[in-house]
């Protein structure tokens, strides 16, 4: 393909309908930050996004399992070493349950380096009789309910950048340079393991694994081969204007990579067939999610196969699907078996998050802990009795103790909730529900083989 019609072919998305796309007062504005990102460099390599992509093919395989979770959204005063650390030990440890009590490889997928737009409900908020723009992420406005805040601000996109390199280059440091090595085990939880019971599970299990690496030594095995950890970074490909500046053409293949992120989903609202998200994800060659809610079709799932994955290629289409505990168990079936039968090559990834939000009657938007192990344990149960393989989850997890999600081991109640609600979005589970997740969801692996 020459560089020309690569790039008239990069830009098709501009002439179909874009949702979510945020109203910009100055065009001439975007086009000069645009500009400017075009110059900007990668955040991450066609390499590596290659990488990954193999990586998701064992899972389409049943040979590994992927933990993808960060935050909803990402704000860019939460882009600090102690905020992204927290984060990553937390994916961390939930990657060690899953790995030694799930005896699965874990692919760690971070929700993180560049989670800064959103998909809104309404296009705007009302509050005590005021109406204003709606919050679309840090790359877009501001959180603060006030005009000047909730403009649509394009600088910002140029802030989400910075801070996806800033909170890239930290994880790549953690992950590579030692802090991630599995003889670590136990530091990651030194602040943890007094005060939680999930804390004090994960003690034990690090134990376990400390005699294991033991023995593996004694048996000849080199220790340095535990010294870091893959580590691949994610977030929903929203705004069409920024993840275009980001696309590059990979010099080795002259092929299109969007170098924002290893890898992008389209979001539920988005994935329209013939919307611009859809276009724009079938031209790049990054591993590509997409969400898929309870409304979906099989027939529409086999679009998408159509138009992200025509060549068939193993890991280039991961499907998360969002259906809520209460309707995973009859909405999940027909679609994995239309997929099965045509047997297309599709990584299934489950949100047990999207689809089990409610509002708390202090209006806290919130999630039940028991609602998210039970879409999970749905996943897992269509699977098995399909003979298909549960490929991964997608949270939104903090490492703070943040109160935002009800139940799990420290059995926060709605009345709690106002405590430390902290999320710019959607309710996240805290560090203690995120590794309770991970103890569980490592059984139900288990008891799936
Ligand atoms: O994270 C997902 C969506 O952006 C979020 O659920 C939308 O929230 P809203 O319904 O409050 O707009
Ligand atoms: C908006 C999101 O999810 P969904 O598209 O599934 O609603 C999200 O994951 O941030």
Sequence with gaps: MSITSATGELDAWRALPAAQQPEWDDPEEVRAVTAELAQAPPLVFAGECDQLKDRLADVVRGEAFVLQGGDCAETFTGSTADAVRNKLKTLLQMAVVLTYAGSVPVVKIGRMAGQFAKPRSKPVEVRGGVTLPAYRGDAVNGFDFTPESRRNDPRRLLQAYHCSAVTLNLCRAFTKGGYADLRQAHAWNQDFVASSPAGRRYEQLAWEIDRALAFMKACGADPE??????????????????????TRIDS???????????????????????????????????????????TVSADEALALIDRLNPDGEPGRLTFITRMGAGRIRDALPSLIEKVSQNAAPVAWICDPMHGNTFEAPSGHKTRRFDDVVDEVAGFFEVHRALGTHPGGIHIEFTGDDVTECVGGGHEIVEDDLHQRYETAC????????????????????????
Excluded: C
């Design 225 to 246: 081969e535990f010294h870091g950890v893959e580590f691949y970074s994610s977030h929903e490909a929203l705004l069409l204007e920024y993840e275009r500046a980001l």
């Design 252 to 294: 080795r293949s002259g092929l299109p990579y969007d170098v924002s992120a290893h890898m992008v989903w389209i979001g539920e609202r988005t994935r329209a067939l013939d919307g611009a998200h859809v276009e724009f994800a079938s031209r790049i060659r990054n591993p590509i999610g997409v969400k898929l809610g309870p």
């Design 426 to 449: 959607d309710p996240r589970l805290n560090r203690g529900q995120s590794l309770d997740l991970a103890f569980m969801v490592a059984e139900m692996y288990r008891k799936a083989r």
